[in-house]
């Protein structure tokens, strides 16, 4: 139960971040709009390993949506979120350390390693960031378009949310 | 049962998963007016094609009942002109006699049947007694005269047409005041002869023929065809004038009936007029 409330109010503190900070930082310089910054991702990645797929779908899309609610875009942050809840399983079994993973344990820092966690965060993150965008854009007439802002907010997305583990270094 | 539960327990999550996706997608082109706009426009470049199709065959299956309403509008606009024609009363010798010649019907019909190759050409009429055509009325299409009601049954009704050996019309060059005969000699079905137009006539070339108002069948001034060639009659003291119809009859496929108000009146009278000489 009290494990239950930490992820509800991790998941408030981290919807209120994105969207009452980080939505209004704008790093945009001149006709260089490229930069948006998204940690609700790190959310989903902290889920627990063992959790049920149709859990991490449902909590997802409920995820999205309250993001979107405050980016007046509704249903686009969802997509990308339920999208990535998606993958998720796919992505730990494909970089699955030698010795498996621990029952009940959560990819953090301190359980799995920097690098791991690196690989883990970046693949979920860029493919987030990627889905996110094209259905922003919404029309694959501007490829350029979806790939610089993928990549340009991908790059301080990912930085932000390494920095987020290494400075609060949650335990589970 | 037991199968349908592994399967979802194995693909339930793939399941959801893309039932999400869909509502976040519908969500998306629902409530984001740019992703809408795309979304329509895109989905318009497929399905456009497609509906086009559909109503393409729609359109030709609606093509009769289509061409139908047409031909009632354009009966009514027929019977304005013409009556705004006869209304304005320019002819003076109209004027004079005060013969003021109102159609007072003009019924739309399609051709069910005809004959141009013969030597006595018909057309069946899909109209008859029931939907006004009387004895004796006019035919009339959007290029010109067509010819007379020759017999009529309940729905349907024979038309002699300008192409009939029988056949004859009394027709005016239009601004001129000579008058002549219309009648049908050649086998060509859009070329008519006009007869008994005087040698001091000055009628040239390319002068339009025009209905005489005469007849009782007609109304005046309803266009028939163009002169194409004059050639003096051999010992006569006529004309005889080869013209080019308007209309051809072989593409027909409505016309329309008139029915002229004083026309059974005037018949009436020169039928009681000859009975009495």
């Known amino acids: 139960m009290r494990n239950n409330l930490k992820y509800v109010v991790r998941f408030l503190v981290i ?4 969207v009452l900070l980080l939505k209004r930082i704008d790093l945009s310089y001149q006709n260089f709009n490229y930069i948006h910054i998204f940690i609700y991702p790190l959310f989903l990645l902290l889920l627990p390993f063992q959790w049920s797929k149709f859990l991490y779908l449902i909590i997802a899309f409920v995820l ?16 990308a979120s339920v999208f990535i809840a998606f993958l998720r399983p796919y992505i730990l079994r494909l970089i699955e350390p030698r010795e498996g993973y621990n029952k009940d344990s959560t990819p953090t820092l301190f359980r799995m390693g920097f690098a791991w966690l690196f690989i883990y965060t970046s693949i979920l993150v860029f493919i987030h960031h990627l889905v996110y965008f094209s259905m922003e854009v919404f029309s694959p007439q501007y490829p350029f378009e979806i790939i610089l802002r993928t990549i340009f907010s991908f790059i301080v997305s990912l930085t932000t949310i390494m920095l987020v583990h290494f400075i609060f270094r949650p335990k589970s | 049962m037991r199968n349908l539960l592994l399967f979802l327990a194995k693909y339930g999550h793939f399941i959801l998963f893309l039932v999400l996706e869909v509502i976040c997608f519908s969500l998306i082109v629902k409530f984001n007016d740019s992703q809408k706009e795309t979304w329509l426009n895109s989905v318009n470049l ?20 289509l ?15 013409i009556d705004f024609k006869v209304n304005t009363k320019h002819n003076a010798f109209q004027n004079f006699e005060t013969l003021d010649t109102t159609i007072h019907t003009i019924i739309p019909s399609r051709v069910c049947d005809k004959t141009i190759r013969l030597r006595n050409n018909y057309f069946t009429l899909c109209k008859g007694e029931k939907h006004g055509i009387r004895k004796g009325m006019g035919v009339l299409s959007k290029d010109g005269i067509v010819g007379v009601v020759k017999s009529v049954s309940d729905h349907y009704s024979d038309v002699i047409l300008l192409i009939h050996s029988q056949s004859r019309t009394s027709v005016s060059i239009k601004g001129k005041q000579y008058f002549g005969n219309l009648v049908w000699k050649t ?91």
């Open chain 2, 67 to 81: 061409n139908d309403s047409l031909s009632v509008e354009n009966a009514q606009l027929l019977q304005q002109i």
């Open chain 1, 15 to 18: 919807v209120a971040v994105q």
């Open chain 1, 64 to 79: 999205g949506l309250s993001v979107d609610l405050f980016y007046n875009s509704l249903g686009v942050h969802a997509f």
């Open chain 2, 46 to 65: 497929y399905t456009g094609r497609i509906q086009e199709q559909v109503n393409g065959v729609n359109n030709y299956l609606k093509l009769q009942q």
């Open chain 2, 187 to 277: 086998n060509d079905h859009t070329l008519m002869k006009m007869e008994a137009v005087p040698k001091y006539a000055d009628v040239s070339l390319a002068d339009t023929v025009v209905t005489s108002g005469y007849s009782t069948i007609f109304p005046q001034g309803v266009s028939v065809g163009k002169v194409e060639s004059i050639n003096a009659e051999q010992g006569g003291n006529n004309y005889e004038i080869d013209v080019r119809l308007f209309n051809d009859l072989e593409l027909l496929e409505y016309v329309y009936v008139v029915g002229i108000d004083q026309g059974l009146e005037i018949k009436e009278l020169y039928s009681t007029k000859k009975k009495s000489n």
